[in-house]
Every structure is written in structure tokens, then in C-alpha cells.
């Protein structure tokens, strides 16, 4: 078994978090972002028994700014 550490990127959608793997893709939601996370640990290691994968990169979080025009 080896253990592999992903991200885990949450926002909150009106009344549940929605938390996503960038490094696989894998989505999940739960009530409380213990619970968004935990669900998508669950989604990820199912989703990774299926399709395996042999190395992903890290990603970065940066910041960008954007014109808004009301």
C-alpha cells in the first residue's frame, strides 16, 4: 500500500461544501467541509483502484487580477 498526499480544493455551493482533486479530478460534497473532504478521500481512493496512476505533479495556487465591469 502506498500512501500518496493530493489537494484538496473546498468552496461552499449555498448550503454544501464541494471539494475537488486537481491532481486526479475527483469531485465530491458534503454537508460540513469535514464531511466534502472525507467523501472525496472515499471518491478518490475508488476512483484510483480503477485507474491507477503512476506520478502527478503538485499543482501551485497563485492569484490573478481581473477586470470587473458592473
Do not use: D, W
Not at 498526499?5 to 479530478?25: D, F, Q, R, T, W
Request: net charge negative.
Amino acid at each position: 500500500m502506498t500512501k500518496k498526499i493530493l489537494s484538496a480544493v473546498v468552496h461552499k455551493e449555498k448550503n454544501i461544501y464541494v471539494a475537488e482533486c486537481p491532481e486526479i479530478g475527483t469531485v465530491s460534497q458534503g454537508s460540513s467541509v469535514e464531511e466534502a473532504i472525507a467523501n472525496l478521500k472515499e471518491a478518490t481512493e475508488l476512483y484510483l483502484e480503477e485507474f491507477p496512476t503512476h506520478q502527478t505533479s503538485r499543482p501551485f495556487l497563485t492569484t490573478f487580477e481581473a477586470v470587473l465591469h458592473a
